[in-house]
C-alpha cells in the first residue's frame, strides 16, 4: 500500500514538473540576469552538458553549495586513488560554490552545474553523462533525479545525510511519507552525520540495512589553498602580531549589529584590539564596511588587498574559500548564522581545528550535534551565547584570563582532533561493501552497454544564448 501509494505521489510530482519545465527555463533566464546564474553556462542547469564525458566509469557526486563540496572533496580524493581509471564528475548549484571549486578542483575532476529536478534535464543529464553510481550530499532528495537513476540501474548514496525538524514534520505527514518512503528504499546507501539523524531516517522507512553511521563530514574539510596563498596569511599574522584579536565568522545580515556592539565595548577596554569579520556573502562584507566607516571606523578590506595600518581595528574578509586559513589568525572565534531563529547555524569545526576558543549563538539547527558532541567529549570546547550581552561578557573574560582563554582553545582542538580520527577509512568501507564491489561485479556489463551508446557522448560547445 505504501509502495503504491508512493508510485502515485511520484507520477503527479513528475507530471507537474514536466508542466512548469516551460517556467523554469524562464526563472533560470531571470535568475541569469540578475547574476544568480552562470552568464555562460547555465544551460548546464537545464541538463545540456559543456564537456566531453571521458571512457571509462564514472561516479558522480552532488552538492548544493560550497561547504557541502568541501565535505565530499576527502571521499572523491579516496575514490581517485582506489580506483584506476575513474572518472569523477562534480556538480553544485550555488555560484559560491561554482566561483571557488570551479578554479581550484583537481584537473581529473570534471566540473558542472547540477540540472534542476525537471524531467528532460535530468534524462539529459543521466543519458550523457551515464554514472554508474550518485553520491548526494547531505540532503539532497530530489524525486525526479531519484527514480530515474534507480530506473536506469544507477547505485545511490546519501552521504552526511541529514534532515532538518521541519523538514522531517513535513515528510512525516501521511500524505508524504509514501513518496519519500519509495525514494529512500532505492538507495544503496545511507550515511547520516549524527545518530540522530540515522534515527529520523528510519522512521521515515529507510531501510536500517543500508544506514551506516560514519561520522560527519564537516569535520574533515581539507583547505583547498584558495586564498592569495600562504605568504599572504604570514603577512597578515604579522600585522595582527601586536593585536589583540578575535573573528567573527558566517556572519548573516542583521548579525553584524551585534558584532558591532561587542567590537565597540572592547574597543574601550583594549585600545590595540582587531575585529576580523568574515561575512556570509561578499556583498555584505561591503556593506558592513560602509556602515563601520560612517562611523568614523577605519576598516580594511580582504578583496582591495588593504593592510591592516596603526588605527584600523576592523578587517572585513569580503572574499570566498578562505575561511580556514583565517581561523589560523586568531584565538578566538564567534560562529555566525546562529543569533537569530530564522538561522541554522554553520560549521564549528575549522575553528575547533585551528586551536580557536570557538562561540556560538544558540540557533545552531542542525550543527546542534556537532555542540553536543564537542560539549560532551569537554564542556570548554563550545561556548553557547544568548545574543549580544553574552556574547560581550564572554569575550571581555576570554581577554581578561590568558588561562580560560587557553583551556578553551585546547579543549576545543583536543575534542576536533577526537571526532575527525577514522572519518574517511570508515565511509571508504561502506562505500566499497555497498557500492564498489557490486560494480564491479558488473563492470563487463557496464562496459558493453557503454560501448553500444558511445556514439551518443558527442556534443557542440554551449551557445551562451540558448
Not at 252 to 277: C, W
Request: aromatic share 8%; with cysteine; charged share 20%.
Amino acid at each position: 500500500m505504501m509502495v503504491s501509494g508512493g508510485a502515485l505521489l511520484y507520477k503527479l510530482y513528475r507530471a507537474l514538473s514536466y508542466g512548469v519545465s516551460p517556467l523554469v527555463h524562464l526563472h533560470l533566464r531571470w535568475r541569469r540576469f540578475r547574476g544568480l546564474e552562470h552568464p555562460h553556462r547555465w544551460p548546464e542547469r537545464l541538463g545540456h552538458p559543456s564537456r566531453p564525458r571521458p571512457p571509462g566509469p564514472l561516479i558522480w557526486f552532488h552538492a548544493v553549495s560550497l561547504g557541502e563540496g568541501m565535505a565530499a572533496l576527502p571521499v572523491v580524493k579516496q575514490c581517485i586513488q582506489r580506483i584506476p581509471n575513474l572518472t569523477i564528475l562534480m556538480t553544485t548549484t550555488t555560484m559560491s560554490a561554482f566561483q571557488v571549486l570551479n578554479n581550484w578542483l583537481p584537473n581529473e575532476i570534471i566540473f558542472q552545474l547540477a540540472p534542476v529536478d525537471a524531467p528532460a534535464s535530468i534524462h539529459s543529464f543521466l543519458r550523457y553523462w551515464k554514472p554508474q553510481a550518485i553520491v548526494l550530499m547531505e540532503s539532497e532528495l530530489w524525486p525526479n533525479l531519484i527514480m530515474d537513476a534507480s530506473k536506469n540501474g544507477i547505485a545511490l548514496v546519501l552521504l552526511n545525510a541529514r534532515m532538518s525538524e521541519k523538514s522531517f514534520k513535513v515528510w512525516s505527514r501521511s500524505l508524504l511519507l509514501p513518496l519519500i518512503s519509495l525514494m529512500l528504499s532505492k538507495f544503496s546507501l545511507i550515511c547520516p552525520l549524527s545518530t540522530a539523524q540515522a534515527i529520523r531516517f528510519q522512521l521515515l522507512q529507510a531501510a536500517p540495512s543500508v544506514i551506516s553511521f560514519s561520522g560527519d563530514l564537516k569535520y574533515v574539510i581539507e583547505d583547498l589553498g584558495v586564498s592569495e596563498g600562504q605568504k599572504s596569511i604570514d603577512k597578515l599574522k604579522a600585522q595582527l602580531s601586536c593585536c589583540q584579536v578575535w573573528m567573527a565568522s558566517s556572519i548573516h545580515r542583521g548579525e553584524e549589529e551585534i558584532i558591532f556592539g561587542a567590537h565597540r565595548v572592547l574597543m574601550q577596554l583594549l585600545p590595540n584590539i582587531v575585529t576580523i569579520i568574515v561575512p556570509r556573502h561578499p556583498r555584505h562584507g561591503q556593506e558592513i564596511a560602509e556602515k563601520l566607516e560612517k562611523e568614523g571606523q577605519n576598516v580594511a578590506l580582504r578583496s582591495q588587498n588593504e593592510e591592516l595600518k596603526p588605527g584600523t581595528h576592523v578587517y572585513v574578509v569580503d572574499t570566498l574559500g578562505e575561511l580556514r586559513r583565517m581561523y589560523t589568525l586568531t584565538p578566538i572565534a564567534v560562529i555566525g548564522g546562529s543569533f537569530f531563529p530564522d538561522f541554522a547555524g554553520h560549521n564549528i569545526s575549522e575553528a575547533a581545528a585551528a586551536g580557536c576558543a570557538v562561540l556560538t549563538g544558540c540557533h545552531i539547527g542542525h550543527f546542534s550535534h556537532m555542540v553536543q558532541e564537542m560539549q560532551r567529549l569537554n564542556p570548554l570546547s563550545v561556548l553557547q551565547v544568548s545574543g549580544k550581552m553574552e556574547l560581550e561578557k564572554a569575550l571581555i573574560e576570554l581577554f581578561a584570563d590568558e588561562a580560560v582563554l587557553e583551556a578553551r582553545r585546547r579543549a576545543a582542538k583536543e575534542a576536533f582532533n577526537h571526532l575527525s580520527s577514522d572519518i574517511i577509512a570508515r565511509i571508504w568501507s561502506s562505500l566499497e561493501f555497498h557500492i564498489f564491489r557490486r560494480l564491479s561485479a558488473v563492470g563487463i556489463e557496464i562496459n558493453a552497454r557503454r560501448d553500444k551508446n558511445e556514439g551518443e557522448n558527442e556534443i557542440s560547445p554551449i551557445n551562451s544564448d540558448f
